[in-house]
């Protein structure tokens, strides 16, 4: 069984798969304090929840977009199932061609992110992954990694806007009931959810006419689902794209 943990910057998405099938994920909150030690009895006890056999784990692989949490992580890892992870970074073999100026530059999300699509979806496709930051990365019909963007996500916006204003309070992320508030927060919730919604739309149109044609749009990331059933247009959902990536990668990279 494999170990795939994301570390995104704020949490650390854990999964296990039993060859290709995932059995199941967890998610700690990602702690620039927290030490390989506290890390590890986290670890114990998802495992205990989800009565995962520790002893049949025979591999790991981290991606990481917090550098100071990836050696408590491998830590932990090493600590509790013995095993060393293999880290996502430059010089994997992908079997992605990455049509990017540098591609040592791309972050490992994107690139399994990107990894997964390629294999499991129609070509060109969009990733559009809504966390802490938003990214949205393309693979075109030739399975090229060309690029992508990235903008601040929705969380990030919030706390922008709390943060630097004197009157504006801090809300939740749901959907208004219409576009025009009636109140400061529905006003809020309206530029928050439904302005990212009406961002991914016309990212996405702009995309296509770039690229001249259709693409398949999938969206991952924590804030994806209050999100993309405001759009306009069609989104595969896939909750699980990076960790199945992180699979893909292992598979490609371990030693025989």
Same mark, same amino acid.
């Given at each position: 069984?494999?170990l795939a943990i ?7 998405t ?89 591609? *040592?530059?791309? /972050?490992?999300?994107?690139?399994? @992110?990107?990894?997964a699509a !390629? ?5 060109? &496709?969009? $990733? ?90 999938? *969206?991952?990331? /924590?804030?994806?689902?209050?999100? @993309?059933?405001?759009?306009? !247009? ?5 909750? &699980?794209? $990076? ?14």
């Amino acid at each position: 069984m494999l170990l795939a943990i994301d570390i995104g910057n704020t949490n650390v998405t854990v999964g296990v798969y039993d060859d290709k099938t995932l059995t199941f994920t967890a998610r700690i909150a990602t702690d620039l304090n927290r030490t390989g030690d506290q890390y590890a009895v986290e670890l114990m006890g998802i495992f205990q929840l989800y009565h995962c056999d520790v002893a049949a784990l025979d591999g790991s692989i981290v991606a990481s977009v917090s550098p100071a949490v990836t050696q408590p992580i491998c830590r932990a890892v090493g600590k509790v199932t013995g095993l060393s992870p293999m880290i996502v970074g430059p010089g994997m073999k992908t079997g992605l061609n990455i049509a990017i100026n540098d591609p *040592a530059e791309l /972050g490992a999300d994107l690139l399994a @992110v990107s990894v997964a699509a !390629r294999t499991k979806y129609p070509l060109p &496709n969009a $990733v559009c992954d809504l966390g802490t930051a938003s990214t949205i990365s393309v693979v075109d019909q030739d399975g090229k990694m060309i690029g992508g963007i990235i903008y601040p996500g929705i969380r990030t916006s919030l706390m922008a806007l709390v943060n630097n204003t004197a009157l504006l309070p801090e809300i939740g992320y749901a959907a208004p009931k219409r576009v025009v508030g009636r109140s400061t927060i529905e006003s809020m919730q309206s530029g928050l959810i439904l302005g990212a919604a009406s961002l991914l739309d016309g990212m996405l149109d702009r995309i296509e006419e770039e690229l001249g044609m259709p693409v398949t749009a999938i *969206a991952t990331g /924590g804030f994806s689902g209050e999100v @993309v059933r405001c759009c306009k !247009r069609h989104f595969i959902q896939d909750e &699980n794209l $990076v960790l199945d990536g992180l699979r893909i990668l292992y598979e490609k990279n371990k030693k025989s």
